[in-house]
């Protein structure tokens, strides 16, 4: 356990630290290894933006590349093989943590292509590949939560697939991830797989809805007043709703079988408005049996500053839910809100995708 009085004080308060990165150089120069001893970190996400920035520097992956180059891959393939190397490579050094957590912690997330974010079909067959390909236990497929995800992950999770269900605004759909995750859990069951073995997080975005409703409060007489309280108010109603579904007797046939609930991640909890505090996103959302996966800058914000005061989201549902009316009696359309920031969320994870494939093009080509 870290000395860090502030990262000790949020794994001691039930929130599992986990980084939102993952690069070769990460892995290759001790550094994550060294997140894991020294910063409380238990667990690594990734996502198609994250592996763009990691493949641009290229210097990491030529020798890698060069080779396949030499066996005429293609740039699907090699994207694949990087991306798995690094996802693989990173689940070894977060083994111990996933032993030592009964597989609770030390889970490492390698996202479906982003492309396939609307084909239920093609998304199955993608996570149960990527989950062959990777061959590690503490893996995690992320797949979105779109209408046409939610499907995919009940069908994943009923093959024995860990999976980040990743893209949630909206707490109703939140609920729905629930649902499939629980679908999942008893179709496994019936399929005869060991569910304590089947983990899962529900990655809940946090930031990315304070950005949206205060551009648009901007525009409203009044409403400077509620900028900055949405995101906040939107992760506690989905916390409360997490407390209610994993109470239910649904729930509790699954863990008498030895299910693990699926916890709520929250993501997206770097601050994007520099008015605001940096650790507000992880300071406001303190709360047993969570996840908070911050980029590097966040994460050494909270060693630094953050000011830890236990949990602050049980029993605040009413006051959320306030917020949230106050919302809308301003103006504030909360079903276009979470609908467009799911739309923008799946196209820039394309364009990502769409960056990564042209950077590793030219490497191949240049290696060739």
Known sequence: MTTNPNLRALSEAGVSIWLDDLSRQRISSGNLAQLIS???????????????????NAADYDEKVRELAARGAGVDQVVRELTTADVRDAADIFRNVYE??????????????????????????????????????????????????????????????????????????????????????????????????????????????????????????????????AAIANARLAYAAYQEVFSTERWKALEAAGAKPQRPLWASTGVKDPSYSDTRYVDELVAPNTVNTMPEATLQATADHANIRGDLVSGTAAASQQVLDELVAVGIDLDDVF?????????????????????VGEQLAQAR
């Open 38 to 56: 020294e910063q409380a970190v238990v667990g690594v996400t990734s996502n198609p933006t994250i592996f763009a920035n990691a493949l641009s």
């Open 100 to 229: 030592s957590t009964g597989g609770v912690d030390g889970r490492v997330s390698l996202e479906v292509d982003p492309r396939l974010a609307h084909d239920t079909e093609r998304t199955v067959a993608e996570a149960l590949d990527l989950w062959k390909t990777v061959d590690r236990p503490n893996l995690m497929v992320k797949i979105p939560a779109t209408v046409e995800g939610l499907p995919a992950i009940t069908r994943v999770l009923a093959e024995g697939v860990s999976v980040n269900v990743t893209l949630i605004f909206s707490v109703q759909r939140y609920r729905d991830v629930m649902d499939a995750f629980l679908a999942g859990l008893e179709q496994a069951r019936a399929n005869g797989h060991d569910i304590s073995r089947i983990s899962s997080v529900a990655s809940f975005f946090v930031s990315r809805v304070d950005t949206e409703i205060d551009k648009r409060l901007d525009g409203i007489a009044g409403g400077e007043k509620l900028r900055g309280k």
């Open 339 to 359: 609908a467009v920031l799911e739309r923008e969320g799946v196209e820039k994870f394309e364009k990502s995708w769409s960056q990564l494939l042209q950077t």
